[in-house]
């Protein structure tokens, strides 16, 4: 037997890399998401629904009407969270699980819509309480442990007629306070059932607003979890072959179904060059996705790279040049292949600050060269450019900076007491600064 399970899970795994889950191409900034939408399957309700509107919550506008046998397909842009749903005349609107397009076209997204009439009897089952408008008063979300095997069908017509599909035996988490209710053999909610049946379904009643994680377990099957965008009002059916479908061995979760991490990229409003900014990365989502690698951009340079730990990294920014910055950042969790983008940050680098000092005897004379000794210092960075001496408003010398202290000899021709100080001019990366004032006594 387990040697023919295997041989079921490595025909469902080629299957499904055709299937559920196809490469859009790495140029593309959209993918497609397909599916059909039909009758949920009910007192032999097993009615394909043409003509019913798919529309994606999050665009507003964006829809399209399932055409032959209910089928649809959509285009939506990739690297966002997708929620699609759909309504058709005396069907009760559903929304399916939420996705986070990752690179590849989604099929067999399907919507199971129940009539407006069933809707009304299995909330009743389900002891989730309906508004005038026969919507849950808080979230209602259903799925299916789905079986393996069912996950092998390319056409829908085959996927359609596998029944019953569920895995018996499955026990499902929480939707925050709400406890799964389980479907029964004869496809209603029992509220006397601790487990799965054999038709596979669970509803949650009562979900609160949010987003919401479901997964669920077993002592021989392992199945894929998937993300629930509740809302007052809403009916979810994450519906075969998605939802709480049953993993085959070595198989993860489709990227997907997972909730996409938020990313947040801090960074100082403003800095000096070569000053010790940093820019912080903070990674919010489920167990699971906030380790990972994160890279820091401005623009198409490489700024830095950082392994975050616990949702957290830090990346240096003393490399960033004088001037208007606009950073991104790019994160992606460990052992996903799709990266999540924060917004970007914008940052102004000023020059940096020096300080210049000047050394001078304090007695000279005037047929003599006087050594005065300058040092430019500045934070990060080595200062280039010039220094000028100067005796009150007259400039003695102009010499070019060099590394440490340095010395600048000049001749001071008139006698009496003499103010001498050195002005640094700047360069790309540092301010000009000056010294203060030494008082030179000369005969």
């Keep these: 037997m387990k040697h023919s399970r295997s041989l079921l899970a490595a025909s469902v795994m ?26 949920f399957i009910f007192a032999g309700n097993t009615d394909r629904l043409p003509g019913a509107v798919i529309g994606v919550d999050q665009i507003p506008g964006l829809t399209v009407v399932a055409g032959a046998n209910g089928a649809y397909e959509i285009e939506v842009p990739d690297d966002r969270d997708i929620t699609l749903h759909a309504t058709a005349p005396g069907y009760h609107e559903v929304y399916t699980q939420t ?4 690179g590849a076209d989604l099929k067999q997204v399907n919507f199971q819509m129940p009539t407006t009439q069933v809707f009304g009897a299995m909330a009743q089952f389900a002891g989730a309480p309906l508004d005038g408008d026969g919507n ?9 442990a789905f079986e393996l095997k069912g996950r092998s069908f ?27 209710r389980y479907f029964n053999a004869n496809v209603i909610p029992d509220a006397s059932l601790t487990e799965s049946s054999r038709d596979g379904g669970i509803a949650w009643t009562g979900v609160p607003a949010g987003r919401h994680t479901l997964s669920a377990s077993s002592p021989t099957h392992r199945f894929a979890s998937f993300v629930a965008d509740c809302r007052p009002g809403r009916f979810i059916n994450a519906s075969p072959p998605w939802g709480l479908h049953e993993l085959a061995n070595n198989e993860t979760t489709n990227e997907a179904a997972l909730a996409a991490p938020s990313v947040s990229l801090s960074v100082p409003a403003s800095t000096r060059f070569g ?10 989502g489920p167990d699971g996705s906030r380790d990972g690698v994160v890279t820091v951009k401005d623009g198409a340079r490489t700024v830095g790279s950082a392994d975050v730990v616990a949702g957290s990294a830090t ?10 910055h606009q950073l991104t950042a790019r994160y992606v969790p ?25 050394a001078a005897p304090s007695r000279a004379d005037r047929k003599r060269m006087v050594s005065l000794r300058v040092r430019v210092r500045a934070t990060g960075t080595e200062p280039r450019g010039t220094v000028r001496i100067y005796d009150g408003t007259k400039r003695l010398r102009t010499m070019s900076v060099k590394a440490g202290t340095f ?10 007491k003499r103010s001498l100080r050195a002005v640094f001019s700047g360069d790309q990366v540092a301010e000009g600064s000056q010294s203060a004032v030494q008082r030179v006594r000369v005969r």
Excluded: M
């Excluded at 996705?99 to 990752?102: A, D, E, G, R």
């Excluded at 390319?154 to 799964?180: E, I, L």
């Design 14 to 39: 080629g299957v499904l890399a055709t299937t559920l889950a196809v490469p859009a191409g790495a140029a593309s900034d959209t993918v497609t998401i397909s599916g059909n939408a039909y009758a």
């Design 99 to 102: 996705f986070h397009t990752s």
């Design 136 to 144: 849950p008063v808080e979230c209602a979300v259903v799925s299916t």
């Design 154 to 180: 390319a056409d829908f017509d085959s996927f359609h007629n596998f029944r019953p599909h569920g895995v018996a035996g499955v026990v499902a988490s929480k939707a925050g306070p709400a406890s799964p």
């Design 275 to 284: 000053a010790a900014a940093t820019a912080t990365i903070a990674v919010t």
């Design 315 to 324: 990346i240096p920014l003393a490399a960033l040049s004088v001037g208007e």
């Design 334 to 358: 460990r052992g996903r292949s799709h990266w999540t983008t924060a917004a970007p940050a914008r940052i102004s680098v000023q020059r940096a600050t020096t300080s210049t000092t000047l």
């Design 407 to 416: 010395v600048i000899k000049v001749r001071l021709k008139k006698t009496g």
